[in-house]
């Protein structure tokens, strides 16, 4: 054996003692604990869904809805069962589906109470008290009449129409909705943009009792109307069980019973029958005829008949007088 021979026997010995070293260090090492990979924390959102099927029309209760954490946020969906108690669906809601601002009834429809109409009006800065009307507020409507082309005093009345309506909106202004935020004053010298003026109101939403559009479309269309503004705290309004009834456009059927001639008085009813302009307006002369016969010329009851009247035809002018 030559001399490289035995030099490579020792390097490969040594190597071989190395490499046994080296794995008896790697084989007495404890194992090495996992690390969990962080794939991220799943994210989740409180939503709320119905407990059971939500029909459409009715309003929603806590019973109906509760709250459960999903892995997606839908759009719109409501966060708290407050939040939605109250709102009216649409459409039917499945169990187990979110409830979402875009299945509900909005506008100004929710804004109404049972029984109620929202009608709108013509509006300017005289009718709607020189623009100080804002959503929210209560109204008196009253109306001028004035019967005729010529100027006659016992043709021109006023009175009180409806009393202590709900003012929905006016002008673009809609109850219910945010005012737009105070801006702190600024320290910056420069000045601020100039605000955009509030365009003038040209309509008025009124949240009218069914039983009287008829008669606020026909003071709208034959008189002029005026809102007259109101304390909220004020609930006064007038007592029609001291004044008669005024005639309706369609009589009522022959043979009804009891329960329906009671019928006949719903709101509802009364609007289908209609109203006459004959209802809203009276003979300013007549009235006061018949309290001078009643009353006689120094104030104490007579029985003295009221005045003869006859009807003057003076070309297309009719008038009435009395001797």
Known sequence: MNNLTKVIAVVLVIAAIVLAILAWWMGSRPAPVP????????????????????????????????LVVLPINPAGAYTAVSAVVGKVPMAIIGAGTPLTEAGMASGLAIKLLEGERAVAIRVDDVI???????????????????????????????????????????????????????????????????????????????????????????????????????????????????????????????????????ALVTPDNLAFAGAKLSGLVGDSKARRVTEVGKRGVGGGQTDAKPAPRIEVIRGVKRETETF
């Open 128 to 262: 709607g008290v020189s623009n100080q009307v804002h959503p929210g507020d209560y109204v008196d409507v009253f109306f001028t009449l004035k019967q005729g082309q010529d100027v006659d005093i016992d043709k021109s009345q006023a009175r009180l129409l409806l009393s202590r309506l709900h003012v929905l909106s006016y002008g673009s202004d809609v109850v219910g909705a945010s005012s737009a935020a105070v801006v702190p004053a600024s320290h910056n010298p420069m000045p601020a943009p100039q605000q955009p003026q509030p365009q003038p109101a040209h309509a008025a939403v009124l949240a009218t009792p069914v039983g009287d559009v008829n008669q606020l479309l026909l003071a709208a269309q034959n008189g002029k109307l005026m809102l007259v503004l109101r304390n909220p705290t004020d609930e006064k309004i007038p007592d029609l069980a001291l004044f008669p009834t005024p005639p309706v456009v369609l009589n009522a059927k022959a043979g009804l019973t009891k329960d329906q001639k009671e």
């Open 35 to 66: 690390v969990a990979v962080n794939k991220g924390a799943v994210a989740s959102y409180p939503v709320v869904v119905a407990v059971h099927d939500l029909l459409p029309n009715k309003p929603v209760v806590a019973e109906d809805v509760h």
